[in-house]
């Protein structure tokens, strides 16, 4: 079983910068895309950006295009999540997840414990 570890989240004003960390625990982490999703209070977990097994191949939700970059390093079995330009709509908790190969077009199948991230003046 994957262990899935989030870090980075915080408090930061409207415009400002996070970049969220997920460390994966086990040895086939570059055979697994990776994804971040995030949960707003009162409202369903939502998908913000995938990463294919390589990270040649990036999927963002258009709220975040132009805003978030994920990126991974499988030398560290971690992936991240760059969010700049930040928005109070941003407010949540950010969920790192890993799918079921190397390609983001099944479903995640293992999930960190997620991170929060709050966006307010």
């Known amino acids: 079983q994957v262990q899935l570890v989030e870090s980075g989240g915080g408090l930061v004003q409207p415009g400002g910068s996070l970049r969220l960390s997920c460390a994966a625990s086990?040895?086939?982490?570059?055979?697994?895309?990776m994804g971040w999703f995030r949960q707003a209070p009162g409202k369903e977990r939502e998908f913000v950006a995938a990463?294919?097994?390589?990270?040649?191949?990036?999927y963002y939700v258009d709220s975040v295009k132009g805003r978030f970059t994920i990126s991974r390093d499988n030398a560290k079995n971690t992936v991240y999540l760059q969010m700049n330009s930040l928005k109070p709509e941003d407010t949540a908790v950010y969920y790192c997840?890993?799918?079921?190969?190397?390609?983001?077009?099944?479903?995640?199948?293992?999930w960190g414990q997620g991170t929060q991230v709050t966006v307010r003046s």
């Open positions: 086990g040895r086939t982490f570059s055979s697994y895309a």
């Open positions: 990463i294919s097994g390589s990270g040649g191949s990036t």
């Open positions: 997840a890993r799918y079921g190969s190397s390609w983001y077009t099944t479903a995640p199948s293992s």
